[in-house]
């Protein structure tokens, strides 16, 4: 029971592989307080276990929280909260992480994956408000999403719905990480729009990219963006390719799922004008009429505050008993 002596909050958890955030956070989604540290993934689970109840039992000395929410890169089991092998935490084979914080902290824990925890807090604190139908797509070093219908998270049979970087886009194509080929997110996740640039760049060594990065192997995505500032017609051509596979994705998750609005988060979306209006036309000219129509394609809102509120969301929906609206 919420009462004046005990106000609406919650303990959040963002484990990332390089960094450590935890917070504590309002029912509203205010950020009250929070602390941040390396996460030494290196070291193993049980180091990086000692790292967050530390920073946890500092912020809940002058916090009382209903509950606790985590969110950490899959695949997990967010109904056990065990942690199976995510690639950027070396050592974390099924983790009892839940019930480990569980009991070192007497408190009811919730975990979730990162993109689902951030698909939760666009749609409870940022662009996705006010919607009963949306989806989530974060443009990172992978691509990874999160799918909200009728107000509540789609998760699926086993919890790991919403993989929407590994879409199909093209049968045979580049190799993905997930081990099939084709991947949305081969093509357009910020790690392979870099590789893609560096291979056309060692097939044109003239070009512009090579000239702004220094060297081959330092274009990165932001290259990209320098040089589509500079109109340089290569590039152009290499992202007018990128934005025709990104908008086939979001083409066939609209097709399938039929949302009110799609939000677009991670780095890839600080391309700004140069990514979403020509994306909102192609999706535009690609998806049937009828499911197209007001269906928007937006900038998620949140920031580099997702992942605190992401993971707050997770504890919030479970903390009062509520669909989050």
Not at 88 to 114: C, E, M, Q, R, T
Not at 142 to 157: F, P, S, T, V
Not at 180 to 199: P, V
Not at 221 to 239: G, S
Request: glycine residues 12%.
């Amino acid at each position: 029971m919420i009462t004046t002596e005990h106000p609406a909050k919650v303990l959040a958890i963002d484990i990332g592989g390089t960094k450590l955030a935890i917070g504590i956070v309002s029912r509203s989604g205010e950020l009250l307080a929070s602390l941040r540290c390396p996460t030494q993934a290196h070291e193993g689970p049980d180091a990086v276990l000692s790292r967050i109840l530390d920073l946890s039992r500092t912020l809940l000395q002058d916090h009382a929280v209903e509950g606790v929410g985590v969110g950490c890169g899959g695949p997990l089991d967010t109904t056990t909260g065990t942690i199976k092998n995510p690639p950027n935490l070396p050592g974390w084979l099924d983790y009892p992480l839940g019930s480990l914080l569980k009991d070192a902290l007497n408190l009811p824990v919730h975990i979730d994956n990162d993109a689902n925890a951030a698909a939760l807090a666009e749609h409870q604190f940022g662009a996705g408000r006010g919607t009963r139908h949306m989806v989530y797509l974060t443009l990172s070093t992978g691509i990874g999403g999160g799918i909200i219908i009728d107000g509540k998270l789609y998760r699926g049979k086993h919890g790991n719905a919403g993989e929407l970087g590994h879409i199909t886009i093209q049968h045979g194509g580049h190799p993905c990480n997930c081990g099939n080929r084709g991947c949305l997110e081969a093509y357009c996740s910020g790690t392979s729009i870099a590789r893609r640039a560096r291979d056309l760049a060692r097939q044109h060594p003239e070009s512009l990219l090579t000239q702004l990065a220094g060297d081959l192997e330092s274009i990165r995505a932001e290259t990209v963006l320098e040089a589509l500032k500079q109109q340089d017609p290569l590039t152009r051509m290499f992202w007018n390719q990128t934005l025709d596979m990104l908008a086939a994705g979001i083409t066939s998750v609209i097709h399938t799922f039929d949302p009110e609005r799609i939000v677009l988060g991670g780095g890839v979306t600080n391309f700004g004008p140069e990514l979403f209006e020509p994306l909102r036309q192609r999706v535009n000219t690609l998806t049937i009429p009828d499911l197209n129509a007001g269906v928007d394609i937006v900038p998620a809102e949140l920031g580099n505050a997702v992942g605190i509120l992401g993971a707050a969301a997770v504890a919030l929906q479970h903390a009062f008993h509520e669909v989050l609206r």
